[in-house]
């Protein structure tokens, strides 16, 4: 067989590829693959496995690329032109072995119909909340729950918006607030439609609640003479990205778990514009609270006022001061882990003022008597009821860390402790590096210096080993 290497190709077509294959996340030799493949299809050809170099994971495409245990993707087609390519991505899912069931919109029957959908599926495609026929069968909560992911194609902006609203006035969006699985979006719409505030606000507003996206692409637009982003990623792209987070999936080792996590300094008012508070920067909490998502878990984030963007697909509880953040540490449980990173203020003033405290001639500077706040930790890890299986706190110290860390770990009941220098000369608070030792029940392990982020993989995946069955 004749061979062709990319670099033998022109610099124009070499460029056009890496572009195609920037935007499906795929690399370069893959696109290749993936366009071949789709030539082959469109003529008949059966046997492309033979592109898959031996030793390496087969590129996305048919029967090579099958889970072993078939995955279950709930497809929801909106209503746009784009609809009918949907047609293609469920027979692009079943040649990859998923097990696909679809929900059509209203507004989708305008474009496709229940009965081609359903053809290609092989079984019926589902439309109507009220539909005894869909609804009393399978119903929108096992519809939600039965699938390991829900891929919505055409993502229309009406639906988006619905979503970024938690609207459930049809099946389709009955089934998105349901569903406990990941959610992607393939967008698909006119490009002033996509550029829009509005469609850009709900935008950023399902990537915070950690929807996953593919496209949309740039390109021409049904509309005569329209281009620009807003074309719906093709099924192919589609098909990988619903491979690449289905195998994700299946490396997240704290899927079904529910963390939660304290973070940044506590404010504790003095009058209506003082306060008391420390140089906490919220960076290791946020990013402890970032990993455990990205493991799968379901993560509340109780963070006191920081500068830092929302971590994605966390539930951010804001707070200010002790109390409110033992409040809401509360009424997050139960939870499976607790992880208590916030620089919590020992004192709060006995008295704060309700009005502004005034400089009075000829007065002495005011006493601010002080009072302790609730310890945090030490209430959760002493709970009768609803302990966290794995509470897990941090020793702020400037001198004897471990010692102090050892005696803390025993004085607030908690099972792991993760002691840290915080000396100005450390840098360590505010900054992005930390160095831990941790303390547990069986010693103490020194970590190797490492920014926050390294941290917090490592603190979750020592959560992930004590969680399921290994040693910690
Ligand atoms: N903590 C808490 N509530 C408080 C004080 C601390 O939940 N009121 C938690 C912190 O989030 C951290 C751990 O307890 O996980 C230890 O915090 P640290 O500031 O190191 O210790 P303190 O308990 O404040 O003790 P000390 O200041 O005497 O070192």
């Keep these: 067989m004749a061979s062709?290497?990319?670099?033998?190709l022109d610099e124009a077509l070499k460029k056009r590829l890496r572009l195609r294959a920037a935007r499906s996340g795929r690399s370069v030799e893959d696109e290749v693959r993936t366009i071949l493949r789709e030539a082959a299809d469109a003529t008949g050809e059966e046997n492309l496995e033979a592109f898959t170099p031996p030793g390496r994971a087969a590129a996305p495409g048919r029967a090579a690329a099958a889970p072993a245990k078939a995955a279950r993707v709930l497809l929801i087609i909106g209503g746009g032109i784009a609809a009918y390519k949907s047609l293609d991505l469920i027979r692009r899912l079943k040649e990859r072995r998923f097990s696909v069931r679809c929900v059509l919109t209203k507004a989708a029957k305008h474009f496709v119909t229940p009965l081609s959908a359903g053809a290609i599926l092989g079984e019926p495609a589902f439309t109507d909340l009220f539909d005894p026929a869909s609804e009393f069968d399978?119903?929108?909560?096992?519809?939600a729950r039965?699938?390991?992911?829900?891929?919505?194609?055409p993502a229309t902006a009406d639906l988006m918006a619905k979503m970024a609203g938690g609207h459930a006035d049809d099946l389709a969006t009955a089934a998105l607030l349901a569903t406990g699985a990941k959610i992607l979006l393939a967008p698909?719409?006119?490009?002033?439609m996509w550029a829009n505030k509005a469609t850009q606000r709900n935008l950023a507003q399902l990537v915070a609640d950690g929807v996953a996206l593919v496209g949309p692409n740039?390109?021409?637009?049904?509309e005569a003479g329209e281009r620009g982003p807003g074309?719906?990623?093709?099924p192919l792209e589609i098909a990988a990205a619903v491979e690449k987070l289905l195998a994700a999936s299946e490396t997240q080792p704290l899927k079904g778990r529910r963390v939660l996590v304290t973070a940044g300094p506590t404010h504790e008012p003095i009058d209506p514009v003082r306060y008391i508070a420390n140089r906490s920067s919220g960076k290791q909490g946020h990013a402890?609270?970032?990993?455990?998502?990205?493991?799968?878990a379901e993560v509340m984030l109780v963070s006191g006022p920081v500068n830092l963007p929302d971590p994605p697909g966390v539930k951010v509880i804001k707070v200010e001061s002790a109390r409110q953040m033992l409040d809401a540490v509360q009424k997050a449980l139960p939870v499976d882990v607790a992880i208590f990173a916030a620089a919590v203020a020992d004192w709060r003033v006995a008295d704060a003022s309700a009005q502004k405290l005034k400089k009075q001639p000829g007065q002495t500077t005011p006493e601010l008597p002080l009072v302790e706040n609730p310890d945090i930790l030490s209430t959760i890890a002493h709970r009768k009821t609803q302990r966290p299986t794995l509470v897990i706190g941090f020793a702020a110290e400037t001198e004897n860390v471990a010692a102090n860390a050892k005696a803390k770990l025993a004085r607030k009941g908690c099972d792991w402790i993760l002691a840290n220098d915080v000396s100005p000369q450390t840098g360590i608070m505010g900054g992005d590096r930390n160095t831990i030792e941790l303390v547990t029940g069986s010693g103490v392990e020194p970590w190797p210096p490492q920014t926050k982020e390294a941290v917090a993989t490592m603190l979750v995946s020592r959560i992930a080993a004590a969680l399921n069955g290994a040693r910690a």
């Design 138 to 143: 399978v119903g929108h909560i096992p519809l």
């Design 231 to 234: 074309r719906m990623a093709e």
């Design 218 to 222: 740039e390109g021409e637009m049904a």
């Design 288 to 296: 402890i609270a970032a990993a455990a998502a990205q493991a799968g």
């Design 146 to 153: 039965e699938c390991d992911l829900v891929v919505v194609a």
């Design 188 to 192: 698909a719409m006119n490009p002033h």
């Design 4 to 8: 062709i290497t990319i670099r033998q």
